[in-house]
């Protein structure tokens, strides 16, 4: 299974992003899949994770209340809206899955399978 991000970009503090994950080589709709990102010189953290029929999503508290996790099952597709961004969301964003998962995990090594990443710089 191959996953791509996309949509990130520069964008201003206040601003709003949508990042986009397209899975190509399995149908990943009945799988949890999860949002990290690293920073420059931090370790990769948990951003935001859902489950494979989108009824439980997790987010870590720095983003709760102005991101918001879903999933378009029949267009492989997963999606990360990003709004109120500040500048400490600066960041390569990457998605995950995992086909063992039964919930939305917040550790990096729970999932398998991972984009390339795709990069956020929130300018003050």
């Known amino acids: 299974v191959q996953l791509q991000a996309s949509g990130g970009g520069l964008v201003q503090a206040g601003g709003s992003l949508r990042l986009s994950c397209a899975a190509s080589?399995?149908?990943?709709?009945?799988?949890?899949m999860g949002w990290f990102r690293q920073a420059p010189g931090k370790e990769r953290e948990f951003v935001a994770a859902?489950?494979?029929?989108?009824?439980?999503?997790r987010y870590a508290d720095s983003v709760k209340g102005r991101f918001t996790i879903s999933r378009d099952n029949a267009k492989n597709t997963r999606y990360l809206q990003m709004n109120s961004l500040k500048p400490e969301d600066t960041a390569v964003y990457y998605c995950?899955?995992?086909?063992?998962?039964?919930?939305?995990?917040?550790?990096?090594?729970?999932?398998?399978?991972w984009g390339q990443g795709t990069e956020v710089t929130v300018s003050s």
């Open positions: 995950a899955t995992d086909f063992g998962l039964i919930v939305p995990g917040r550790r990096a090594d729970e999932y398998e399978y």
């Open positions: 080589g399995r149908t990943f709709s009945r799988y949890v």
């Open positions: 859902i489950s494979w029929s989108g009824g439980m999503t």
